[in-house]
């Protein structure tokens, strides 16, 4: 069979069979070249937008951690500059008339920073009502000062009481 086309004919045809390679090639060549470069960059998008979120929430709680910091800065300028917590536990031991069966002394461990005094204190033979209100009166000075570690607390020995030993710790400017 012998096909009699003109040269129209033969230039359409022509432009047909390239068109239909055309096609063949670019349906093998998209999945392989851009498409995957596509869904790679979609998985990446996707990893960097999870990372972005992640971030953001770092600066959320780094924000929030210096704004705890600042409140208690702003506490520690309020307290007077030669504050000292030995002297300010042994004032509220002579207040609430604990001085006589206390023992009061400087504390450091020894990792211990200068900025952070503690003292240990060790009560004998109080009562209840008398320890909890001189925490009260500890803490509601409002001088930034915490339990650093109750080591015990226990009945004393004479069972009238309690005998317990407390460090307490602070922060300084």
Known sequence: M???LDIREKIALALG?????LVIVLAVYVPLGPRRGYITSQQELATLKDELE????FRLDEEERLEKQKALMEILDKRSPDFSL????DNLLTTTDLRARAQLEQ???RNASPK???VQLRLQGVATEE???FLHKIY????LIAVYKLDYLRPSANERGLDCDITFVTLTL
């Open 140 to 143: 509601a000075d409002n001088n």
């Open 107 to 109: 504390y450091r461990p």
């Open 2 to 4: 012998t096909l009699n």
């Open 86 to 89: 030995f002297t300010h536990v």
């Open 131 to 133: 320890l909890v209100e």
């Open 54 to 57: 992640l971030q953001y929430m």
């Open 17 to 21: 069979l390239i068109a239909s390679a």
């Open 116 to 118: 952070q005094p503690m």
